[in-house]
């Protein structure tokens, strides 16, 4: 693992952590280069985010009609898979109540794209807990390993209230040329 993918990776992370959220950051507003929090009906919720010291991301949201889907999207420009065996990553996160939440690699396709999904739920509750995820890349033989996007989404329940803390994200890949 290169110290140039890491970077590519988690350069949207990087600039989160390092800089805090910009001004007028929201729902479907840029949380930075590479980072957005998207949903598919924004009208229909309000959201609160902050980046406190010590986490990455506060999330309050209020739900008027429950969604279909709320995303904390990752772009990862220039993302090369014909090196590398797997992606992965690492989180820790806490949530006010039990909340599910799950990852997933959306490869860019001609056509639209392709979500390939981290096999694990992730469940975040009051106590602050770990999560890890690796998505290997010959398990799926269909892969574009030279696709023109790609971006790593963390899927959120669009249809609940929420209070959601990601403490941190970090993600990594596994070599394939050992």
Do not use: K, Y
């Not at 910009?22 to 980046?51: E, F, I, K, V």
């Not at 009609?65 to 820790?92: C, E, H, K, Q, S």
Request: charged residues 20%; negative net charge; contains cysteine.
């Amino acid at each position: 693992m290169t110290a140039s993918m890491i970077a590519v990776l988690n350069a949207p992370l990087r600039s989160l952590r390092d800089q805090g959220l910009p001004t007028g950051a929201g729902l479907d507003q840029p949380l930075g280069t590479g980072l957005r929090l998207h949903a598919d009906a924004p009208d229909t919720m309000t959201a609160q985010l902050d980046s406190p010291a010590g986490r990455l991301l506060d999330l309050r949201t209020t739900v008027d009609v429950a969604g279909n889907w709320l995303a904390l999207r990752v772009t990862l420009a220039g993302f090369d898979l014909r090196a590398i065996a797997g992606i992965g990553f690492w989180m820790r996160s806490a949530a006010d109540t039990p909340t599910l939440t799950r990852a997933c690699l959306r490869i860019g396709t001609d056509d639209g794209h392709d979500d390939l999904m981290f096999d694990q739920t992730i469940l975040s509750d009051p106590s602050q807990s770990d999560h890890h995820a690796v998505l290997v890349c010959d398990r799926h033989p269909t892969l574009d390993r030279t696709p023109p996007w790609a971006e790593f989404i963390l899927f959120l329940p669009p249809a609940q209230d929420l209070h959601f803390s990601l403490i941190d994200l970090r993600l990594f890949s596994i070599p394939g040329d050992i």
